[in-house]
């Protein structure tokens, strides 16, 4: 009997362990029953003031450094307060139709109704169905929707700057619309999330499903979202969230990451989201699995070396950039170590919104991390090394 009982309770323990073992993310969203990750409120502290306040704001950052997740975490916050109905939707599907603003309003909004059901309790749902004219669905769902809603709403639209032209402008002049009969006959807050600041979002005449965002002529001043009050950008973690970050890997297994370990990662990483998750899944998941392994500077150098080779998804994209003209315009001359020239400043500001370079201290640009360092040359001489014929023996 008690060697039954005996393996009862350890296949108990084993269980307890396996539904709780959590991991490092590298794909999508993070959650908090099974990943590791940082406080999503403490990355932008001041945007519940600001949504008590019924403002709109920006958010704009390069990807994979958390914005989805960190707006996920807090529409749910806010939704669980109480106080508000607060849900993240997105609006990418409505890329395709850049000339079709009915047939993108449709498509948004069939996709909307997804995520509201997944997202939200029933009480809180919208009832109401895509109607009115082309060019007025959006805002009036949202209208519609929050005038029944039996709290505040609040919305954080993802991925706007996925749409542009016609259905872009389309979609930012709805909400503006609404602007002034919040927060009864309209969310109390609107929250646009992407890559680029409002006023770099593109209304390209001629553009094509797939060209860049950085073609085209810009919003600036005069964009039809001039209603909004901030625009935020989300930094790459400090080397203390680094710290804190793989900290809860080493309560969780008992697995240490030493000192020189965690200084390492910062530094080849500066920080970079994806990338400080990426090494340390690659470390804990493969390279050490077994958690007795202390986590040592060689083992980071060992990820970072497999994680150039492999170029994974995030390593992959920064890449297909690289071979677009004016990005190797500015990212060549970096790496020579030459000036830049006279190139444009909205393309100067497309690489800092790609995360692939940043400011230095005196004000020029520079590669982001030393990762990025390493595989940018060997992106740009990929061609040139494929060129060279075979030396027949």
């Known amino acids: 009997m008690g060697a039954k009982l005996a393996a009862i309770y350890w296949t108990w323990i084993f269980l307890t362990l396996l539904i709780m073992k959590k991991w490092f993310n590298t794909a999508g969203p993070c959650k908090a029953d099974i990943h590791y990750m940082l406080p999503a409120g403490d990355r932008l502290p001041e945007l519940e003031r600001l949504i008590a306040q019924e403002n709109y704001f920006v958010i704009h950052a390069p990807r994979q450094v958390g914005k989805t997740t960190a707006m ?34 449709r498509a948004i909004l069939d996709e909307w109704q997804d995520a509201i059901r997944f997202y939200l309790p029933a009480e809180l749902q919208a009832s109401n169905g895509i109607s009115g004219s082309s060019g007025r669905q959006i805002g009036s769902f949202l209208s519609a929707w929050a005038q029944e809603s ?27 619309s609404g602007f002034p009969r919040r927060p009864h006959g309209f969310p109390q807050s609107v929250t646009l999330i992407g890559m680029r600041d409002v006023r770099d979002y593109k209304v390209a005449s001629g553009s094509s499903v797939g060209a860049s965002p950085a073609v085209g002529t810009r919003l600036n001043t005069s964009s039809p979202f001039n209603i909004k009050v901030r625009s935020f ?17 080493t309560e969780a297994t008992g697995q240490i990451f030493t000192d020189e370990a965690i200084a390492l990662a910062f530094h080849l990483t500066q920080g970079q989201p994806w990338l400080v998750n990426a090494i340390a899944k690659e470390i804990t998941e493969y390279i050490a699995e077994d958690p007795a392994i202390p986590i040592t500077p060689d083992l980071v150098n060992q990820a970072k070396e497999i994680l150039i080779k492999r170029q994974d998804t995030h390593l992959d994209s920064l890449a297909e950039r690289l071979r677009e003209d004016r990005v190797r315009a500015i990212i060549q001359p970096i ?8 190139t444009p400043e ?6 800092l919104d790609l995360g692939l370079v940043v400011r230095s201290q005196e004000g020029g640009l520079k590669i982001a991390n030393p990762i990025y360092q390493e595989v940018i040359p060997k992106v740009l001489s990929q061609g040139a090394q494929d060129s060279l014929p075979m030396i027949q023996q």
Do not use: C, W
């Open 346 to 351: 909205d393309d100067r500001r497309y690489l």
């Open 72 to 105: 996920l975490t807090l529409a749910q916050k806010l939704t669980a307060s109480g106080q508000y109905t607060a849900v993240m939707l997105s609006l990418e599907v409505g890329a395709v139709f850049s000339h079709d603003p009915d047939a993108a309003e």
């Open 233 to 249: 950008t989300l930094s790459n973690f400090t080397l203390e969230n680094v710290r804190s970050l793989y900290l809860q890997h």
């Open 150 to 176: 039996p709290r505040p709403l609040v919305v954080f639209l993802d991925e706007i700057d996925a749409l542009s032209d016609e259905t872009l402008i389309s979609v930012l002049r709805q909400i503006r």
């Open 335 to 342: 790496l020579s170590g030459l000036e830049i020239g006279d």
